[in-house]
């Protein structure tokens, strides 16, 4: 399995494989190292998840089931910024997803996705907790409340 992404990543398994050695007796850690594999690489390729199957022993089936059912793990690799688009009650009412649309159309990007320069990866968030400032857009710890369509464009500059 030594393609060009392990070989590129060497110094990445190394640590991953001393953390997984240092759990590996304990039981249930299943979730910790994949933690540990999304804070090292910061996302789970299949590459990972064989090599955590092989240190482990834990079937790469399982490791997959793991990976793919919490929302936490991501298989595909992150832009360095993400934004974070609020969803919930309060931000939909006062117009999200005409953000979001307007989001998607000026990044070229759908929901959940990185852009093609991996500067940026958009996400549909639920309620961020200051609804007061609906509708509410974060991009990486950056909040921008009131948001309207047309203020896109300036805010995503002071990141490119
Ligand atoms: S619903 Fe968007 S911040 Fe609460």
């Known amino acids: 399995m030594q393609n060009e992404f392990v070989l590129s990543k060497k110094s990445e398994f190394d640590e991953l494989k001393k953390y997984i050695d240092s759990v590996k007796n304990s039981q249930g850690v299943t979730m910790q190292i994949l933690q540990k594999a999304q804070g090292i690489f910061g996302y789970l390729p299949l590459e990972v998840q064989q090599f955590i199957s092989d240190e482990t022993n834990i079937p790469l089936a399982d490791i997959y089931g793991v990976v793919t059912f919490y929302t936490q793990f991501s298989t595909e690799e992150k832009g360095k910024h993400k934004i974070g688009l609020c969803l919930g009650t309060a931000c939909y009412v006062k117009g999200s997803q ?63």
């Open 98 to 160: 005409e953000i979001m649309d307007k989001l998607a159309e000026e990044l070229n990007v759908k929901v959940g996705k990185t852009t093609e320069d991996k500067l940026f990866t958009l996400e549909a968030t639920r309620c961020l907790g200051c609804c007061g400032l609906a509708p509410v857009m974060m991009i990486d710890d950056d909040v921008y409340g009131k948001m309207e369509p047309q203020k896109i464009k300036e805010i995503l500059k002071k990141y490119k």
